[in-house]
C-alpha cells in the first residue's frame, strides 16, 4: 500500500469514524467480531477488551528475535538448514501487515537457500512501542539485523514502501548487499508526499487517544482489510491474508506504526533522486499494474544507473509471488545468476 493508497484510506476515516459506545446500530458480519464496536473508549470499553485476540504464526518455521538499537525487540523467521548466499524477505508497509505477505517466496526459497523473513518494528511479532517511526529508523533496523544476524553480503527483497527503507540502508552500507530486489517499490512515481507540515498535522490528528483507538479499529475491519487488499489481487485475495491482517491488528500498540504511515511520515520526498539513482547494489524492480503507485520514472532511472534492472510481471497488482509465482521465480533467478546482468555491465 503506497501513497495513493494511504489517501484511500484517509477517504474511510469519514466511513468509520468512532460514535460512542452506545452505537448499535451497525451489525457484525460473520466472523467479524469488531464491526459492533468502534468507539472512542478504546481498551477501556468492556466490548474492546474482548477483541484482543491471539496472533497465530505469520509463516510455518522457527521464529526469533533480535534486541536492537533502533527498533527495539524485532521478530525474524528462519530456515538455514541448507548452505547458500543468505536471502531476507520483507513485507509492506500497511495498516497491518506481517510476513505472511512473503510466505510464496519464503516456502519456494527455504529448500534452496537460508532465508529469513524480517517483521519490522511496530508489525508482526516485534515490539510495537509509542515512538515516532521514520524511514531512517527502518533503515537502521534492516542494516542493524544485517550486520548482526548475517553477517555476510546478502540478497534482499522488499515490498511496496519498504523498498525505500531498503535502498535507504543500501545507500549507507552498500557493501553489505549482494543485491536488492525492489517488488512494486514507492518512490518511483513524479507524484510527491504531502508536505512535512501536512505529515506533522496528520501525525498529531492521530496521536489523539480518543481517535486513534476506535478509528483504527474501523480501518481494519475485515472488509476493510478485504478492500484493500483486493486492490493488490488480480483473482481472489487469499483468505489467510484476511486473517493474518486481521489478527495483527487486534494486538496491544498496532495503530502506532500505522498511523506514521498514514501521515505520509514514512515516504521519502524525492526518493527516486535521493534513494534510487544513487544506488550502486545491482537491483531489480518487479512490477506490473499496481493500482495505488505509478512507475513512470523508471525508465528514466533504468537508463541512468546501470546497477537498476527492470521486470514486468503480468498480469499483477503489486504482489506478483502470490498471483504469478513462476514468472516471479524465473525473474529472481534470472538476475541472481551474474551472468544475467551482464549485458549492462
Known sequence: MACEEASGFLVSVAIFYPLPCVNTSLKPQANDIDSSCLCYHGENCPR??????????SLDAQ?????????????????AGVQGRPLLLIHSINAA????EVAPLFDHYRSRRPVYALELPGFGFSERRQTNYTPALYADTILEFCREVIGEPLDVLALSTSAEFLARAALAEPARF??????????????EPPSGAASDRLRKLFSIPLLSDGLYRGLTTRASIRYFLDMSFEGDVPVELVDQAWATARQPGAQYAPFCFLSMSLFTSG???SLYQPLTVPTLVLYDRDPNINFDRLDELVAQNRCIFEQRIPP?????????PTGTFQALERFWVPAGREKRA
Open 48 to 57: 474492546t477488551r474482548s477483541m484482543t485476540t491471539a496472533l497465530p504464526e
Open 271 to 273: 526518493a527516486a533522486d
Open 97 to 100: 501487515p506481517t510476513a505472511r
Open 63 to 79: 521464529r526469533r528475535s533480535l534486541q536492537t538499537e533502533a527498533g527495539g525487540d524485532v521478530a525474524y523467521y528462519v530456515d
Open 178 to 191: 549482494n543485491s536488492l530486489v525492489l517488488v512494486s517499490p514507492t518512490g518511483m512515481g513524479s507524484r
Open 316 to 324: 499483477t497488482r503489486g504482489l506478483p509471488h502470490w498471483e504469478q
